[in-house]
């Protein structure tokens, strides 16, 4: 299945770490990429490759992989990381592609 | 710098048909490497991406939507056309065109992602 699944919600207190998940067996032959979107607001960028971070992206955004599970880890999270993320990845001929379902992330 | 603007009706009715046009400066749809996508998101839901057309004219769709499906280019322009027929009211999202950038390593291994995006343009199906 080329399905990416995501925990739907996760909360973090101010300043604490917190690490969203995707998993699906595309991974295993792909690195996700994370994109972070604010209500009424498109998708951003904010993890691609390995673990690389576009420019103006903080580095308290991180990337890992393993198996079949991609990571995006926030270290000190900041009031504005409350936002859904979502991840994305490729089907076997890299032509088709496929989200995640999504996890919203509340910082309390 | 590159970016991207989606333009097309706000408003549907179930059975016709949908055009979406995306708008974009900053790089040309005639160099080579270049891909543009369409991705849409009902209200609430998760992404879904939708079809891609890539500089040679290659094009590529989501199974699930492929017989409602065409996307084109109009290198002069600057634009990438998604027509979608028989639209349904689950057809209701936000329909965005993004840029995917990628590379292969010295492995072959690949690496793509979808950056920039445009703003997104609703699109409603009511009768």
């Known amino acids: 299945s080329s399905a990416l699944t995501q925990d739907p919600a996760v909360s973090v207190a101010l300043g604490q770490t917190v690490r969203i998940t995707c998993q699906g067996d595309?991974?295993?032959?792909?690195?996700a990429s994370w994109y972070q979107q604010k209500p009424g607001q498109a998708p951003v960028l904010v993890i691609y490759?390995?673990?690389n971070r576009p420019s103006g992206i903080p580095d308290r955004f991180s990337g890992s992989s393993s198996g079949n599970t991609a990571s995006l880890t926030i270290t000190g999270a900041q009031a504005e990381d409350e936002a859904d993320y979502y991840c994305?990845?490729?089907?076997?001929?890299?032509?088709?592609?496929?989200f995640g379902t999504g996890t919203k992330v509340t910082v309390l | 710098q590159v970016t991207l603007k989606e333009s097309g009706p706000a408003l549907v009715k179930p059975t016709q048909t949908l055009t979406l046009t995306c708008t974009f400066s900053g790089f040309s749809l005639s160099t080579s490497g270049m891909r543009v996508s369409w991705i849409r998101q009902p209200p609430g839901k998760a992404l879904e991406w939708l079809a891609r057309i890539d500089w040679d004219d290659d094009k590529f769709y989501s199974t699930s939507l492929k017989t409602r499906l065409t996307i084109s280019k109009d290198t002069s322009k600057n634009q990438v056309v998604l027509t979608m027929t028989n639209m349904d009211r689950v057809d209701t999202a936000t329909y965005y065109c993004a840029r995917e950038a990628y590379y292969y390593d010295s492995s072959g291994y690949y690496y793509g992602w979808f950056d920039p995006w445009g703003q997104g343009t609703l699109v409603t199906v009511s009768s």
């Open positions: 490759g390995k673990n």
């Open positions: 595309s991974l295993r032959s792909y690195y």
């Open positions: 994305d990845s490729r089907d076997s001929s890299a032509n088709h592609y496929v």
